[in-house]
């Protein structure tokens, strides 16, 4: 436990220089190292006039096991980003530094010398003028730790959504699903309630189509895939249901009826996590050899240098880090 918590820059031309910044200004209950870009950093805190002191490490076990206020350590990547980048815009660049810094937290990670990886913000159109050609972290994630099988879950204070599909086009997603990769989704969402603390999770599985299907009326995936992998998950004691109509099983959670919801694509999933609000949601990476979590929002790149963002976002996936981890 006295491992240093992985923390990455994100795209340094939005807001993640800044909310790691004032992160750091407001203190920290674990030792932390920020991988990015070493500059950027330090513009953030002459910009925003807080006093951190950035300083550049070569390896996490350099970091002192107790936070100290006001410092904050970075594995820097390279080459450095120019001192004239423009913030709040595409930059291959920066795009190119965001995944390179991911990567080397990854690696720290699979090594042991990071107990956790907070993410901050990527730029999907920066990473890819940069030729990096995946849809986002999770994939990075999974790719570069060898690891087969993940899935995405979003969590506030008010519900737990885990997601069967994550960033395929919506035409894909029927042709995807499959009763083992539901079932194994259901697992993970278990499993993932259990490091979270919950003792016997209530595992709620939505359905693809309007009214689950309604006997075949709208289709046929929720009869003939999600309710077989909703019995083979019983079956090895997990408390799953399902499916229910995708309409009211997120409200039914978030009144207390059931500790996660399984939802079979992305905005079925994110659309309720993210209308109560971006500020306290994390998204956490189910699956990995490591702990993974982070913000529930973009680079916001309309705000990026004002001085503006909240990083509340940001300390509540490094708490739940902590927790998981």
């Given at each position: 436990?006295?491992?240093?918590?992985?923390?990455?820059?994100?795209?340094?031309?939005?807001?993640?220089?800044?909310?790691?910044?004032?992160?750091?200004?407001?203190?920290?209950?674990?030792?932390?190292?920020?991988?990015?870009?070493?500059?950027?950093?330090?513009?953030?805190?002459?910009?925003?006039?807080?006093?951190?002191?950035?300083?550049?490490?070569?390896?996490?076990?350099?970091?002192?096991?107790?936070?100290?206020?006001?410092?904050?350590?970075?594995?820097?990547?390279?080459?450095?980003?120019?001192?004239?980048?423009?913030?709040?815009?595409?930059?291959?660049?920066?795009?190119?530094?965001?995944?390179?810094?991911?990567?080397?937290?990854?690696?720290?990670?699979?090594?042991?010398?990071?107990?956790?990886?907070?993410?901050?913000?990527?730029?999907?159109?920066?990473?890819?003028?940069a030729g990096i050609d995946f849809p986002g972290h999770t994939e990075i994630l999974a790719e570069q730790s060898g690891t087969e099988h993940v899935a995405m879950m979003l969590v506030n204070d008010q519900l737990r959504?885990?997601?069967?599909?994550?960033?395929?086009?919506?035409?894909?997603?029927?042709?995807?699903?499959?009763?083992?990769?539901?079932?194994?989704?259901?697992?993970?969402?278990?499993?993932?309630?259990?490091?979270?603390?919950?003792?016997?999770?209530?595992?709620?599985?939505a359905g693809l189509n309007p009214h689950a299907g309604e006997q075949r009326k709208f289709g046929n995936e929720d009869l003939d895939t999600i309710a077989p992998a909703i019995a083979l998950a019983r079956a090895q004691?997990?408390?799953?249901?399902?499916?229910?109509?995708?309409?009211?099983?997120?409200?039914?959670?978030?009144?207390?009826?059931?500790?996660?919801?399984?939802?079979?694509?992305?905005?079925?999933?994110?659309?309720?996590?993210?209308?109560?609000?971006?500020?306290?949601?994390?998204?956490?990476?189910?699956?990995?050899?490591?702990?993974?979590?982070?913000?529930?929002?973009?680079?916001?790149?309309?705000?990026?240098?004002?001085?503006?963002?909240?990083?509340?976002?940001?300390?509540?996936?490094?708490?739940?880090?902590?927790?998981?981890?």
């Open positions: 436990m006295s491992l240093p918590v992985a923390l990455t820059l994100g795209d340094a031309a939005g807001i993640g220089p800044e909310i790691v910044i004032k992160l750091h200004a407001q203190g920290l209950s674990a030792p932390c190292v920020v991988y990015g870009d070493l500059g950027a950093l330090q513009r953030a805190a002459l910009m925003l006039s807080l006093p951190v002191q950035c300083i550049a490490i070569d390896t996490p076990e350099r970091v002192p096991l107790q936070p100290r206020p006001g410092q904050l350590y970075v594995r820097s990547t390279h080459p450095a980003l120019p001192a004239d980048l423009p913030l709040g815009r595409v930059d291959a660049r920066a795009g190119s530094a965001a995944v390179t810094a991911l990567r080397m937290a990854i690696d720290d990670a699979m090594q042991h010398k990071v107990r956790a990886i907070v993410t901050a913000p990527l730029n999907k159109e920066s990473m890819h003028a959504v885990i997601l069967a599909t994550i960033h395929i086009p919506l035409a894909e997603v029927s042709r995807t699903l499959t009763v083992e990769l539901e079932r194994r989704t259901i697992e993970l969402a278990h499993r993932a309630c259990v490091a979270m603390g919950v003792k016997a999770p209530r595992v709620a599985v004691g997990i408390d799953a249901s399902g499916p229910w109509p995708g309409d009211t099983v997120f409200m039914r959670a978030r009144q207390g009826e059931f500790d996660i919801c399984v939802a079979q694509y992305h905005d079925q999933g994110l659309i309720p996590i993210k209308y109560l609000g971006l500020d306290q949601g994390v998204n956490v990476t189910v699956g990995l050899p490591f702990v993974r979590t982070s913000v529930d929002h973009g680079t916001a790149f309309d705000i990026a240098g004002k001085g503006v963002a909240d990083p509340s976002s940001l300390r509540t996936a490094f708490e739940l880090a902590l927790t998981l981890a």
